[in-house]
């Protein structure tokens, strides 16, 4: 079949993306799969939200760590060997936790220490592999991979989580652990099984890869710092679906483990179609859009804490998760193509930071104020939040960001590839 260059398919030309895109879509899956039964897990444990909440922070601390470090290391190292190591320490947590669950010896301590770890691996991973875009697919196609990658991890959304709610169902959480240990196996695979010959040219940094030159170059830059300030907000207040959705199922429309799983796959509807149509926006590929998608996001899931059943509830998410995927993939993009290739690594780091990094204090705090006030309201107060945040950006850097791309911002130019294959 023939790939149209300038298509929504265009990254398949590439054979590396191919075959890490096969297997990335196992490894989604198995992810899903692992969030929907770990969640479920804390609640048999524990039956508190104060708790599914500490243990998601646990999961998100390492970012704090350890993603700037991840960024400079994309900038200074091979990114495939980096990728290998990250993905057999996640691998080798999800396995422990799985005999651990199937052998009747899970303890609460295991699950915190074990997401602790899974989150050490994906702090290092996450920047990493998202500069290693341009070295699988090229600048030029880089805007398209992010999109398809983008919905590649929410057909894994659309699946997993009613794959983990029915084993959950028939078998315990045990299972999901284990399969989601076996898809980090593939994707280790997958990188070996690439070809060096095919990678495009990406420059490196010269000595040590600074993280202290990434936040001068960030800061210089209102349209990438802009982006990093919705997006914080978003993602600490509004992009708490796990718990939301654990704790409405449960706590709101008392629902069993079937009807938490299939909230996830109602809410990869709507994301998969975002990601799928984000392949068709270049041309609004602008910081503007992100903060309207961000404020659209925001008044969607205030909305959402107002469904008065069950089923108003799963009907609404799939328009959550099209605002909030659309806004993702644009930001995302923004801040990959938006940036100069040597420091790729290390603004991509700041932006996984930004990204991530408000969920170790966010997601205990959405747990306790859910328990102490209610569910709905907690819900609602993180939808306003994040709608505010981005309407207040808005009004005070509006001028800042519509500075045209080839006129320098504070000394700093947008980068050029006139070089680059």
């Given at each position: ?250 706590k709101v429309f008392h629902r069993g483990a079937v009807s938490f799983g299939l909230l996830g796959t109602f809410l990869a509807i709507g994301s998969l179609s975002g990601s ?146």
């Amino acid at each position: 079949m023939r790939i149209d260059e300038n298509g929504n398919w265009r990254s398949f030309r590439h054979r590396n993306f191919r075959i890490l895109f096969a297997a990335n879509a196992l490894s989604n899956i198995g992810s899903w799969a692992q969030r929907i039964a770990q969640d479920w897990l804390v609640l048999q444990l524990t039956h508190s939200g104060t708790y599914l909440g500490l243990v998601t922070s646990l999961q998100f601390v390492p970012v704090l760590m350890f993603s700037l470090h991840g960024g400079a290391l994309a900038d200074r190292f091979d990114k495939r060997k980096v990728l290998i190591l990250t993905n057999l320490g996640a691998g080798s947590s999800s396995a422990v936790l799985g005999l651990l669950v199937v052998s009747h010896n899970i303890r609460l301590w295991h699950v915190f220490f074990l997401a602790f770890v899974l989150g050490t691996a994906n702090a290092i991973d996450n920047p990493v592999r998202q500069a290693f875009n341009a070295e699988v697919v090229g600048h030029a196609d880089v805007s398209n991979a992010v999109s398809l990658n983008s919905a590649n991890f929410n057909a894994g959304r659309l699946v997993g989580p009613a794959i983990s709610g029915a084993l959950i169902a028939a078998f315990g959480t045990g299972p999901s652990f284990i399969i989601n240990a076996f898809s980090y196996l593939v994707v280790v695979a997958s990188l070996i099984k690439l070809q060096r010959s095919q990678f495009f040219a990406i420059p490196k940094s010269d000595g040590v890869a600074s993280i202290r030159e990434g936040l001068r170059y960030a800061k210089a830059r209102p349209d990438l710092h802009v982006v990093m300030i919705v997006i914080f907000f978003m993602a600490t207040f509004g992009l708490n679906f796990q718990i939301f959705n654990a704790l409405m199922a449960t706590k709101v429309f008392h629902r069993g483990a079937v009807s938490f799983g299939l909230l996830g796959t109602f809410l990869a509807i709507g994301s998969l179609s975002g990601s799928l149509l984000s392949a068709r926006l270049d041309r609004f590929r602008k910081p503007s859009f992100v903060i309207f998608g961000a404020t659209c996001f925001g008044l969607a899931i205030t909305t959402l804490s107002f469904a008065p059943s069950y089923l108003a509830y799963a009907i609404w998410l799939p328009v959550c998760g099209f605002f909030a995927l659309t806004t993702l993939i644009m930001a995302n993009t923004l801040m990959q193509m938006n940036s100069d290739p040597v420091l790729r690594g290390r603004i991509m780091g700041i932006y996984l930071l930004v990204f991530l990094g408000g969920a170790p204090f966010g997601s205990p705090l959405i747990g306790f104020v859910a328990e102490r006030i209610g569910v709905r309201f907690t819900v609602a107060s993180c939808g306003a939040i994040t709608a505010s945040a981005a309407m207040i950006s808005w009004f005070r850097y509006r001028d800042k960001i519509s500075v045209p791309a080839d006129v320098s911002i504070d000394g700093v130019l947008p980068p050029t590839y006139d070089n680059e294959s």
